[in-house]
């Protein structure tokens, strides 16, 4: 059996930007677009366990929560963004703060 990730984030615009933080773990990633942000996230996420594997430990080992100010955005934000097409284990969604 496969390990599976599952990583909630929230995502705002700052700027001309569009920004993803994740909640469990503070990883962000940004995007000219709201559509592009799970891909975004999703290859942040992909690269922060690379690294945390090269150092010798468990994925994500050491990555610590987000800000209890994106759990509250998080828990408030009203609209999902999921792909319609789906990869190959790989199940991103991002919250859209309000």
């Known amino acids: 059996m496969e ?3 599952q990583i909630n984030a929230v995502a ?7 920004v993803a933080q994740g ?5 962000v990633a940004h995007a000219s677009d709201v559509l592009s ?12 366990i690379c690294i ?8 994500l080992q050491g990555v610590k929560p987000a800000p209890q100010r994106f759990l ?3 828990e408030a934000a009203t609209v999902e963004v999921r792909p319609t097409k789906q990869r190959a284990n790989a199940e991103v969604a ?3 703060a309000a």
């Open 72 to 74: 509250d955005l998080f």
């Open 52 to 59: 945390t594997q090269h150092l010798g430990r468990a994925p």
């Open 94 to 96: 991002v919250r859209v």
């Open 12 to 18: 705002y615009q700052e700027g001309d930007a569009w």
């Open 37 to 48: 942000l799970p891909d975004a996230f999703s290859r942040a996420v992909v690269e922060n």
């Open 23 to 27: 909640i469990e773990y503070d990883i």
């Open 3 to 5: 390990d599976r990730i």
